[in-house]
């Protein structure tokens, strides 16, 4: 029951307006927003150019678009997708909002520099678009030298600005992050207290802090090469080509566990919450985290595993992927044990909590092929890579992300969004999605290679399903872009803890006061602790 | 109540709870900055032993291109301007502003002598035809190729050091002109702390690059 | 085509093992999505929320089963891990009487080159039931070699050899894919493979122009570029013999030591101050520029022939 007093309650939101006090704030809470919008408009750039594809893939020899603008066309969703959107999505909106919020603190340890954060993805953005809307870029979003550093005649260095920018964006972040949860933890907040949203934020933090500045470097040596004509990658001057991938791989293989370790922390809070108990195995899961990051900067070779790196190179590679694949597979094991004996709701963010575990269960198997060295060699290339991390960025990290809005909503807006159309779109996108990426697997074994712009008219069946799917997929993700905004003007307003749900964040008003808390909270309990917080008590049978 | 911020100091921003915390807090993130730092120059230092490891010669005859004299005395130059950082951190510490600004001001000097005698070095391998492009060729190298690629680690690495060089003294500048203004105490003179280490972290890349640049298989004599 | 299949035809002695490999990843999988899958569907309708009021108090950790969901999949993994291991192991050892092709990949075809001298573009014909050693090179950028009925691929990269092989076992006729974005009509860098009977391909050899073999090709380009100089056969020029060189160990000048391998002759012939000779000048000018990747290959199937015989031309060469 909202009273007419807690309409009137000063919070976030009202407590300034006009276009300074949101571009010139300090607030985590809206600078979340803030990013929110950002990465929400990428995504649907990248969707759109993803729709471009699919659509152009229905018939062997295309038609619509020719071949140069095809290659422009997956460059660009690649680049868009992981740098613009993937990478900052859930640290920089749900992360930024909740993690000082879920330790007891007022705000991040360096507001300002958050800001800067926004700041310069946006600004990254710019250049990254300008080079879009100049011309394109078509050297695929890993931009192999030397074509990228010498052959190719598009905005090579112009994206490749945008990206370098966007990057120190993570960085910041991720610095902002780890001091945060080391330095702003409430009294009582010990480390094995933390929301296991936080320990994966943090073990992401990590990350982000000591992988992206070796894509930086990297980017600066192709702009260099590109610029100067100097010759670090250039097999002429006795430069190695492959040297590029190694510096390449060695960021963005761990840039994979950035934008899926995250996605866990979300899916670690909701299975708790909405199976009512405690998270199985909670410091399993939090070392699993951290033995994530760390194993995740050794294995960057094997996406080399056929580019002329050594046999036995290859092996350690493929040895120690294996190993990376462990603390994920504990993780969904002790989810699906939260489910044991709990008390499950069927709330849409529980909905797409099971079909996180579900696809991503999928994609993290059709790793283990791909690790192996005599599978790789086939599929590398082909389109089962393709939907093997699409099962893990789409059916796991993008679920997770949605999940994670529409259980924090009422939270960040105040308002609730509206149940059965929430559900309903989810199960359009669970179902649009395996629709689309499923016939991929097929695909690729097949030998379909990827960033084919023609193909073999054997596959149109396999490409047919697919778009199918897409234009499934396409419809789902509208549908909670509109009804969100519905729910701004006309949803229910929102208590502050719809959910039952433990955890610092349900214990300040929907939504928060600016500085989130009115006294420092002194915490006593344990994470996902229920008692106490849904009344009395009535035991499951 | 929470704090408003007009309560909020320099010392004691509205986040955190104590000045410890938030002296704490900036120090770890500085700390964290420079760990970025050393990765971004790592994958410099990769490529670098990579080639260094297949072209051992043409980077011999290169690095004997350069003149070690000027880099150890760039390097000496360096070295005593974290001296004086160390001696401006120490005035801070103990409130006395005057010395501290005197210290900056020696510091920032030291760094713009580093940073002229790197221009004039640049200017010489400009003149000697030893920066890769379509002039470039070395002399008593059988391959240009690789001795190309030795000058284009050797601009990269020291660009990108001298870079961080101009954004320090830029800090330095910023510096002096807020302590000028008595905004640092012994109780507050968290800046000064934290663009030290920031200003040492320079010092110990340039002490990396000078004998990886300079000094190879000088030993060996001609 | 009439049925339905999910792998492409297995036309190599790699495939079924392959093929193998992914049936057990494909139980595994299926084994431990059923499971999960099963598990999210049993307990989210077992213990669906009744009332508001419930709070559960299960155990809400086990070392037991953590050890176990831990040990099992990484048993599980070794296990993948080593056969696929042993497949990539044999194919990157190619038989020492595989018969030789050269690739040149550049945008955007492919070049085939048998040591006889007939070339192919975009088709390669082989024998079936012989191993064949592909060795590769890019003029441009770097490219991949696919054969997906071979279950078979390397990329194809600038400035150095790389190496493929494959043991045809059926006859017909195979896609060949470029399987490395190289540019705007990658998806057009696509061929075939035919594989034939032996008789069959000895037929197709003969047949049409007979430039000659490469061995015979490369001699000419020898004499050509003026090598011949030089490389005196009886070392009594400025410049090493070069007869028996392949493959035998060469000492370097500043103490090191090399197998002359093909990647060293087109070293030496690219960039011919990279390595010198014990006891000898650096006085060799560099060819880069002078001579394509094409006639690299074929100065280096020369060179092969020239083994311990005195050097003249020999068609086919000694092998």
Known sequence: ???????????????????????????????????????????????AFATMIRIELLTPQGGLVSSETYNKLFTMHGITMIFFFLIPSIPATLGNFFLPMMIGARDLAFPRVNLLSWYL????????????????????????????????????????????????????????????????????????????????????????????????????????????HIGIFDPALGGDPVLFQHLFWFYSHPAVYIMVLPAMGVISELVSVFSRKTVFGYKFVAFSSMAIAVLGFLVWGHHLFVSTQSVYAGLVFSFLSYFVAIPSAIKVFNWTATLYKG????????????????????????????????????????????????????????????????YWWPKMTGRMYPELWARLSALVIFLGFNLTFFPQFILGYLGMPRRYHTYSSEFQVLHVLSTAGASVLAVGYLMPMIYFIWSLRYGKLAPANPWGASGLEWKTPSPPPLHNFDETPIVTQEAYDYRGVIGEEVEVG | MASDSAAETLALREQFDTEAQQKDASTLGMWIFLITEVMFFGGLFLAYTVYRRWYPAEFAIASSSLNAVIGAANTVILLCSSFTMVMAVRAAQLGKRDALIWFLILTLILGAAFLGVKAYEWNEKFQEHHVP???????????????????????????????????????????????????????????????GLYWHFVDIIWIFLFPLLYLIDRHLGK | MGRLSFVPEQASTFAPGVDHLLYFLLAVSVFFTVLIFGAIFYFAVRFRRRSERELPHPPHSGLTLEILWTVIPFGLTMVMFTWGAKIFFSE??????????????????????????????????????????????SEDVIHSFFVPAFRTKEDVVPGKYSVTWFQPTKTGKYHLFCAEYCGTNHSRMIGWVYVMEAADYANWLRGGQSGGSLAESGAKLFQDLACSNCHHSDNSGRCPSLVGVFGSTVKLSGGGMVTADEGYLRESILQPNAKIVAGYQPVMPTFQGL?????????????????????????????
């Open chain 1, 1 to 47: 029951m909202i009273t007419a007093a807690e309409q009137e309650r000063e919070h976030y939101l009202n407590e300034s307006y006009g276009i300074k006090s949101w571009l010139l704030t300090k607030d985590h809470k809206r600078i979340a927003l803030l990013y929110l919008a950002t990465v929400t408009l990428f995504f649907f750039i990248g969707g």
């Open chain 1, 121 to 228: 993805l946006v600004i990254g953005g710019l250049f990254a678009l300008f080079a879009m809307l100049a011309g394109g870029v078509d050297t695929g979003w890993t931009f192999y030298t030397p074509y990228s550093t010498t052959y190719s005649n598009t905005w090579v260095i112009a994206t490749a600005i945008g990206i370098f920018i966007a990057g120190f964006s993570s960085i910041l972040t991720g610095l902002n992050f780890i001091v945060t949860v080391h330095r702003m933890r409430a009294p009582g907040m010990t480390w094995f207290r933390l929301p296991l949203f936080v320990w994966s934020n943090y073990a992401t933090a990590l990350i982000q802090v000591l992988g992206t500045p070796v894509l930086a470097v990297t980017i600066v040596l192709v702009f260099c090469e590109r610029f100067f």
């Open chain 1, 343 to 406: 008390s499950i709701s069927y709330a849409t963010p529980m909905l797409y909590t099971f079909g996180f575990i579900g696809l991503f269960t999928i994609g993290g198997l059709t790793g283990l092929f791909v690790a192996s060295l005599g599978i790789d060699v086939h599929v590398t290339d082909t389109y089962f890579v393709i939907a093997h991390f699409h099962y893990i960025m789409v059916g796991g990290t993008i679920m997770a992300y949605l999940g994670g809005l529409h």
């Open chain 3, 291 to 319: 001579v394509t990747e094409e006639g690299v290959l074929q100065l280096v199937e020369y060179i092969k022939s020239l083994g311990t015989k005195p050097a003249a031309p020999a068609s086919g060469g000694p092998r």
């Open chain 2, 133 to 195: 492009g379509p002039t470039f060729h070395l002399e008593n190298a059988v391959r240009q190729g690789p001795a190309q690629i030795y000058f284009s680690l050797y601009f990269a690495m020291t660009g990108l050091h001298a870079l961080h060089m101009v954004v320090g003294v830029c800090l330095l500048t910023f510096l002096i002109i807020e302590a000028r203004r008595n905004r640092f105490s012994a109780a507050y003179m968290t800046p000064v702390d934290i663009i």
């Open chain 3, 92 to 137: 990157s050892r190619p038989p020492d009487d595989a018969m030789q092709i050269y690739v040149v990949g550049k945008q955007w075809m492919w070049k085939l080159e048998h040591m006889e001298g007939k070339r192919e573009i975009n088709e390669l014909h082989i024998p079936v039931g012989r191993p064949v050693k592909l060795t590769m090179t």
